[in-house]
Every structure is written in structure tokens, then in C-alpha cells.
């Protein structure tokens, strides 16, 4: 052993995957639904659940859904349930302030679309049970690009938030089995 | 129990597609269901489930585990998953089943080429020191083997063009490939121009996107759910160097000794079916195993992965196209044969059986 210093190797080896990806038959017709303020969801033909946005199969009862069993769904929910979140910083990572992350349960619908933003209550107000309604990006704004396969970004480039419209809270077993 | 008392009793396959709009999962939905129908089972009744996909390929992490919706995972069923071809998530769904306490389990493989650059994807499977840096393709990579195997005077370029026109005339009956040409010639083959010397561009698989199921089950089980199950006599696989360089390139050593494990004794053999995804590796297999590219074993009747190559399910796909001509009586003894890492690094055997 030597104690002369010696650098470490340090390789750096960048790496770029491309993907190219069209929406699938489902989310396409989603996505063009909410460019005209419509939300569409697939109702299960066998247990008559209804997701949002359709996944083109029930998860529970694995059966496809085609075009068929789609149906719109108001704009008025629930939120299930929330987390505030203090930002970090990393990578892509825009926000700066505490934000809220809540899960909203649109009525009619048996899934909830993740990842919200709950707004017209202080975030030490927010409550799950609360009953909430988009609040539409203006139509010049809107954009279903950031839209997925994958299952992320579902309203967020057309819906701005969701709003509080205080009326009286759900009852837990309005949401209870829909929480996430 | 005997490793050999379990077969497959049903499968599924979709055509092998060059740009499927339908998502991963949506392609394993129904493919799933149409094996569990064939096999005549409830989806509940299945004792163990594996699959077998990539996430580099369809680009998001944990990718996978939406696959699960394709075999009901509610309420919880036992599964689990292999990062590689479904012919893996076979296997280890067959030794699953060793254990003697369930008696049927399903298996699937999947994956979409099509919406990335297999030429960015696939430099990631090489080792990260030496290889991924330099970033070689497949292609480029199958080329530097193509020409070892002709510097070494076991193929000429002729005997490459003669696998494709094989690949292509065998594929015009299979309703389920994607290249296909009952009229393809060797000597128009060899007229095209090269893609990477000395590989032209049939040479090399096309871009697939498509998803396989299997459901297996034991013993007297597998009896009363199929007329003529396709009994697995063995099921190996092996590993070499995963560096190319440091290993023969121009034959398939982990290929011989997975067979040899797999109870493969060099007896006849009515079908085989192999993961030869570029031209020249269908002759270093056929060496391996001892099989003469025109004797009388019926090579690749699918057509084989250069007919259809949907990576993560191509593998999966040649056990049952072999698994089929049991079932269907039209082959009494098959091998089929699946591959994962560059250059056939990893190999896998199934030997199958009528009864």
C-alpha cells in the first residue's frame, strides 16, 4: 500500500431512449372528450363499473371495453383522499410552495383520477368527503399532449383544479371503496 | 413427482404485429382469456402466474405490473414476474408447479418493439464499462457474428439466404407471422443489397409487437383438460460470458448443454422451433444441437423470429408453435428454443412430448 492519492475513474455515459407513441384507441376518444369539456369513462359490460379513463378492460373482471360501453360522466366529485406535498428539489420538479395532491372520485364513476389539485379552501381545510367540480383551463390553453399509456397526466392539461363547491361533505360510504 | 409430468394444455398467441395501436396490456387481455378457454379452466382456478416482459421497451417504469390486469389479480393470486422472455416466466412457472401443491399455472409473455429504437435499447443490455459506451446495435453486433461464422467456412452467405427463403415460404401458412412469401428465392435474396455486411435486410428479424400465453398444468390434470397435452420432457437453460468477446460467437455451447440437461439425447426429433432471430443463428443453433438445417426434422415450420419478432414474447411463441403440433398430433417430439442477452449468450430448451 502506497499512500500516495490516487483520482477515482469517473465515466460518464449519457444515455438517450426515444420513444414514439400513439394513445391507445380509448384514451384518444378520452382525450378528445375533454378537449370539449367532456369526461369519458368505460362502464364495465360485466360488473357495471365504471372507470375513468376507460383502460379498454376491466382490471376486475377482465373483459375488454370497446367504444360501445363508454360513457360520459359529470365533472362534480368527491375528494378521497389528499396528501400535501412539500417540494424537493429535483429534477423537473417546478413547484416551489406546499401543494396539494388529492384523489377525486367523479361521480358516476367507481375509479378516481389521482394526482389533483384541490382548490377555494385553505390546504389546512382540505378534507376527504369534500365535494369538488373541474375548474376548465380556458379552451385556448388547453392540451391533451402530456397525455400517456402510461396512465399519468389523465386531466392535468385541462383541468386547472378542483374546485370546492360547498355543499355538505359525502358520507364515507359514498367513497369508502374508492379511495385510490 | 417427476419434472416430467407436466404439460401444456392451452395457449394463445396474437399475430405478430409491426405497429399495434392496442396497449401491452391490451394485447395480453385477450390472449390470456383465450388460453385459459382453451385449457377449459377457471381464471381462478389457475395456482401460480408469471410473466415475462421488459420495461425498457415500453418505456416506463414498472410497466409490468399493469400486465398483471391481463391474468385478474383481484383478489391477490400468487405471481410473479421475470424481466425476459415469457419462455423464462414459463419455466419458472414449471418448476413452480414441481412443488406438488398446485396443479395448474399460467404463464405470458409480451412486449412492443415499435415504439422505441431498438438500436438505443438494446445497446443497454452490454456491459457498461466496455460495450454500452460504444453503443453497438444489434445489427451491427449480429454482423460481426455473421462474419466469424463465414471466416470459419461452416456457412456462406447462400446458406444465410437459404434460411430466409425457408423462414418465408414456412410463414405463408402461419396466419400469425408477420413476413411472409410462399415464392421467396435465394437467388433474388442474395441480389439485395447488405444492411451490415454481410447481413442483408432479411437477414434480420423485423419489428414486432405482439403477446403469448400458456396455461400447464400436472399429471392426471393435464389428462382430463386436454385429448393429447403436450407433456414437457425437460426445460433448461444456461448461461455463457456475457461479454462477446470473451466467448466462441461462431457456435452455442449454453445451446448444446441446455439441450443435453433438458434429456435431449440426439433421438429424432419431428419439429424444432428456435429463437434465431438473425439468419446466421439459425445454422449456429442447428449446430449445436447436432440437426442438419435439411435433414429430417422439420426446422421452424412457424417460420420462425425472422417471420415475427416480438421481443419478450418470440421465445415464448416458438414452445408453442412446438406445443401445437404435439397437441394437434401432426409432431410426436419437438424442442423449442428461446434466447435472451447479445449474441445467444443465454439459452433455453423445451423438450416436448405427445403421449
Known amino acids: 500500500m502506497t499512500d500516495t492519492a490516487k483520482e477515482d475513474l469517473v465515466m460518464e455515459h449519457l444515455v438517450t431512449l426515444t420513444y414514439h407513441e400513439r394513445l391507445t384507441d380509448n384514451l384518444n376518444r378520452f382525450a378528445d372528450g375533454l378537449l370539449e369539456e367532456r369526461i369519458i369513462g368505460a362502464k364495465c359490460p360485466s360488473c357495471g363499473r365504471v372507470f375513468v379513463p376507460s383502460k379498454g378492460y376491466c382490471s376486475l373482471c377482465v373483459v375488454p371495453t370497446t367504444e360501445a360501453d363508454e360513457i360520459e360522466v359529470p365533472d362534480t366529485g368527491i375528494v378521497t383522499g389528499f396528501t400535501i406535498v412539500t417540494p424537493v428539489a429535483y429534477y423537473g420538479q417546478t413547484k416551489t410552495e406546499p401543494f396539494v395532491y388529492a384523489s377525486v372520485r367523479l361521480d358516476g364513476a367507481d375509479s378516481t383520477i389521482g394526482g389533483q389539485d384541490v382548490t377555494g379552501v385553505p390546504q389546512s381545510e382540505l378534507r376527504a368527503g369534500m365535494r369538488v367540480k373541474a375548474k376548465w383551463k380556458p379552451r385556448e390553453e388547453r392540451s391533451v399532449d402530456g397525455m400517456t399509456n402510461r396512465g399519468w397526466s389523465g386531466v392535468d392539461g385541462v383541468v386547472e383544479s378542483f374546485e370546492v363547491t360547498g355543499e355538505p361533505d359525502a358520507p364515507l360510504d359514498e367513497y369508502k371503496d374508492h379511495l385510490f | ?355
Request: charged letters at 20%.
Open chain 2, 1 to 355: 413427482m417427476p419434472a416430467t409430468d407436466i404439460a401444456i394444455v392451452g395457449y394463445a398467441q396474437t399475430p405478430s404485429l409491426r405497429d399495434a395501436n392496442p396497449s401491452e396490456v391490451q394485447l395480453l387481455v385477450p390472449t390470456v382469456a383465450a388460453a385459459i378457454e382453451m385449457a377449459g379452466i377457471g381464471r381462478r382456478e389457475i395456482g401460480f402466474t408469471c410473466a415475462g416482459s421488459c420495461d425498457y421497451l415500453t418505456g416506463g417504469p414498472f410497466a409490468f405490473v399493469s400486465n398483471l390486469e391481463a391474468a385478474g389479480a383481484w383478489p391477490p393470486i400468487s405471481e410473479s414476474h421475470v424481466e425476459a422472455d415469457g419462455a423464462w416466466a414459463m419455466y419458472e412457472a414449471w418448476m413452480r408447479l414441481q412443488e406438488g401443491d398446485i396443479d395448474t399455472a399460467l404463464a405470458f409473455g409480451s412486449g412492443k418493439s415499435s415504439p422505441s429504437n431498438p438500436s438505443e435499447v438494446w445497446a443497454q443490455q452490454l456491459d457498461p464499462y466496455y460495450l454500452a459506451p460504444l453503443a453497438p446495435d444489434p445489427i451491427s453486433l449480429a454482423g460481426i457474428q455473421a462474419r466469424a461464422l463465414l471466416d470459419s467456412g461452416k456457412a456462406t452467405e447462400r446458406d444465410f439466404a437459404q434460411v430466409v427463403a425457408n423462414s418465408r415460404h414456412n410463414a405463408a401458412s402461419n396466419p400469425n407471422a408477420q413476413l411472409k412469401d410462399a415464392g421467396a428465392s435465394v437467388d433474388a435474396l442474395l441480389a439485395e443489397p447488405y444492411l451490415r455486411n454481410p447481413l442483408r435486410k432479411h437477414d434480420c428479424p423485423p419489428i414486432s409487437d405482439g403477446a403469448v400465453a400458456v396455461v400447464m398444468a400436472r399429471g392426471d390434470r393435464a389428462r382430463s383438460l386436454c385429448e393429447r397435452p403436450a407433456w414437457i420432457r425437460g426445460f433448461d437453460h444456461r448461461v455463457e460470458a456475457h461479454q462477446p468477446g470473451v466467448r466462441d460467437i461462431r457456435s452455442s455451447s449454453s445451446t448444446a448443454l441446455a439441450a443435453r440437461k433438458a434429456g435431449y439425447d440426439g433421438g429424432p426429433l419431428d419439429v424444432v422451433e428456435l429463437s434465431s432471430t438473425f439468419s446466421p443463428q439459425e445454422l449456429i443453433l442447428l449446430e449445436s444441437l447436432g440437426l442438419a438445417p435439411d435433414g429430417p426434422t422439420k426446422v421452424n415450420p412457424s417460420g420462425g423470429a425472422l417471420a415475427g419478432n416480438p421481443i419478450m414474447a418470440v421465445g415464448l411463441v416458438r414452445i408453442v408453435e412446438a406445443a401445437a403440433r404435439i397437441i394437434d398430433g401432426s409432431a410426436n417430439r419437438a424442442l423449442a428454443h428461446a434466447t435472451s442477452g447479445p449474441l445467444l449468450q443465454q439459452n433455453l430448451v423445451c423438450l416436448l412430448e405427445g403421449e
